[in-house]
């Protein structure tokens, strides 16, 4: 698939997050436009997967660690060809499959239930383990949020995928500095991220996180990296593509209006407006 | 065979099953020569897995490894493991995964390390998940029958240990059955129910009751969840009176869940026995008769039931 194409796919994503939070009136807009790229790349590009063989044994794996900001997973499943389009407006609703964080039960193309922080990435290094314990050859992508990273266990599942010499594990990390409370630097500072993770025996890429180019590159790196498990930071804007939700923590968690929406639609469509 | 601790028989049982089932994986948190997975790591290099002292981790990893097919044994000691609620609860329970659990040094019996290391709250947590079972096998042969049987279950399985070698309440021939109580003997007065390390205490109540003319039934509970409820409304009606008898917490366990079938049956009289305290370092026997388990405290608590 071609950059452009891509970048056509990611605005059809976004467009879809809006219309789906619109219609569940709550939900993440700010994450989940600021992964969007990452994850469209990783579903139309990067990824083994057969929208209509699900359950492929040798299937590449995906885990969202970051679960609040799964709207942009259904979307990007939605696009791919799993299910229906129209099945995404059910978000948040009773009865639906579209849980407000990604239940494997009810909705079996997600790879992980997930949406308490902290815990996705120890699940990714398990599906990993498991490739490397029964020879198989799938790969296995994990999505985690910059806030996440206070917590504890995502340490302890970083010491461990470089102990398990887990070469098929790649993460993405979407570091755009904002988590529901304020500026991640303010709440609680994760700098210096990336000696961090070099600290404890990651290969280590940062790209910018809306930039298709470079976030195909370094996904590519990853694969032909042999030793050892990648972190891929990926510089990325909060609430990006919509004026008014970029880098403002009010749009962490909260739905736009049916006014706003269309609005943030047709920025997405257009391109945002002139600053004024 | 002999008393021996269960967690042993859990280290011979799923090394010997890892022999013919190769998606059986053992998961351990810096505790292998005490929850017993020594031997499978040496046997089993390749599909065993020490992710340091990180229970946390080790539970969604374990979660993830059987979201792609394998079948983990993930160990610690109970009260290590299961402190880990919020993780089993998402990455085992809510995905559905196929994760058993396996908590050793379950109980005040653990004896001298003191109550840091003790589990008396675990069997509650596990409870309350939905798809979650637990099983406390009360000597080796139990054990052994129980391990094998949670290998081929289909879902999330919760085993509890213990450290301290139990004696033998099951006759050779023993077979497990998930779910079932099972009677070690008859009597007509009071059924005394009680489930692992106490099972020796509770039959040696039943020896002090006949002393004085009342006849005990003894039922062994291996499976608190899903609690065989059956069972326990048949013995609610032809009994009335029942003793649950546990080394764990009194509040979340055997007895918890003893007294709500019979509540909502509404029939029958139940009188828990059970850890109301912090305990402390000591030897079993010792802590048993402090903190309420021995065989006179569980007889006395049945004499109070014959009024």
């Known amino acids: 698939m071609t950059i ?12 879809d997050v809006i219309r789906m939070l619109v219609e569940a009136g709550s939900g993440h807009p ?8 990452m994850v469209t790349a990783l579903y139309f590009h990067q990824m083994r997967h057969r929208p209509d063989q699900p359950d492929w044994a040798d299937r590449d794996r995906f885990v969202l660690s970051k679960g609040h900001c799964v709207p942009a997973v259904y979307a990007a499943l939605a696009r791919a060809g799993y ?16 849980q407000g964080h ?6 079996p193309y997600v790879e992980a239930s997930t949406g308490s922080l902290g815990q996705g990435l120890s699940v990714a290094v398990g599906m990993a383990l498991a490739a490397k314990a029964g020879g198989k050859d799938y790969r296995t992508y994990c999505v985690i949020s910059d806030g996440e990273c206070q917590a ?8 461990s995928a470089p102990r398990f010499k887990l070469d098929n594990l790649c993460v993405l990390m979407d570091y755009n500095h904002i988590q529901l409370s304020g500026v991640t630097d303010d709440i609680m500072s994760l700098e210096p991220l990336l000696d961090k993770w070099r600290a404890f025996n990651w290969n280590t890429l940062e790209i910018d996180g809306h930039d298709f180019p470079a976030i195909l590159d370094a996904l590519k790196a990853a694969e032909q990296h042999r030793d050892g498990p990648t972190m891929i930071v990926c510089q990325t804007v909060k609430g990006k593509g919509v004026s008014f939700m970029e880098n403002r923590w009010e749009w962490h968690g909260k739905a736009p209006s049916r006014e706003e929406g269309e609005q943030a639609i047709a920025e997405i469509v257009n391109g945002a407006p002139p600053a004024s | 065979m002999s008393a021996i ?32 997975t020594d031997e499978f790591s040496r046997k089993h290099p390749e599909r065993f897995f020490d992710v340091g002292i990180a229970e946390g981790n080790m539970v969604g990893v374990g979660a993830g490894m059987a979201l792609a097919g394998k079948i983990p044994f993930i160990c610690s000691f109970a009260c290590f493991v299961v402190g880990r609620f919020e993780q089993i609860r998402m990455a085992v329970a809510y ?17 001298e390390d003191g109550y840091s290391q003790m589990a008396t709250e675990d069997m509650g947590l596990m409870r309350t998940l939905p798809n979650m079972a637990v099983v406390q096998p009360a000597d080796g042969i139990e054990t052994r029958g129980a391990v094998e049987y949670i290998a081929q279950h289909d879902g999330p399985v919760f085993l509890r240990l213990t450290r301290q070698k139990v004696a033998d309440v099951n006759g050779e021939g023993y077979e497990f059955r998930f779910g079932k109580a099972v009677v070690l003997r008859e009597g007509a007065d009071v059924s005394l129910v009680g489930t692992g390390a106490v099972m020796e205490n509770v039959l040696k109540a039943a020896d002090l009751l006949a002393a004085q003319g009342i006849s005990a039934q003894v039922a062994n509970i291996h499976t608190i969840k899903p609690i065989d409820t059956g069972f326990i409304e048949s013995v609610a009606s032809s009994h009335g009176r029942i003793v649950t008898v546990e080394d764990h917490g009194i509040s979340g366990g055997l007895g918890s869940a003893v007294a709500e079938a019979v509540a909502e049956l509404g029939r029958g009289r139940v009188k828990r026995v059970g850890v109301t305290e912090f305990a402390e370092s000591g030897d079993t026997e010792g802590l048993y008769g402090k903190y309420g388990l021995s065989a006179e405290h569980i007889s006395a608590a049945a004499v109070g039931l014959m009024d």
Not at chain 1, 86 to 92: A, G, I, N, P, W
């Open chain 1, 4 to 15: 452009p194409e891509l970048e056509a796919i990611a605005k059809e994503i976004r467009v």
């Open chain 1, 30 to 37: 700010g994450g989940s436009l600021s992964c969007t790229d």
């Open chain 1, 83 to 98: 299910f229906e389009r129209e099945e995404t407006l059910s978000l948040r609703k009773l009865n639906s499959r579209m």
């Open chain 1, 102 to 107: 990604p239940d494997r039960h009810r909705f």
């Open chain 1, 152 to 159: 504890g266990q995502i340490w302890e599942a970083a010491m």
């Open chain 2, 5 to 36: 601790a269960t967690r042993v028989t859990f280290g011979e049982t799923v090394t010997r099953l890892a022999d013919t089932n190769p998606d059986i994986v053992v998961l351990d948190a810096d505790l292998r020569k005490s929850t017993m």
């Open chain 2, 95 to 111: 995905n559905r995964a196929n994760v058993k659990i396996v908590g050793t040094h379950a109980g005040i019996g653990i004896g």
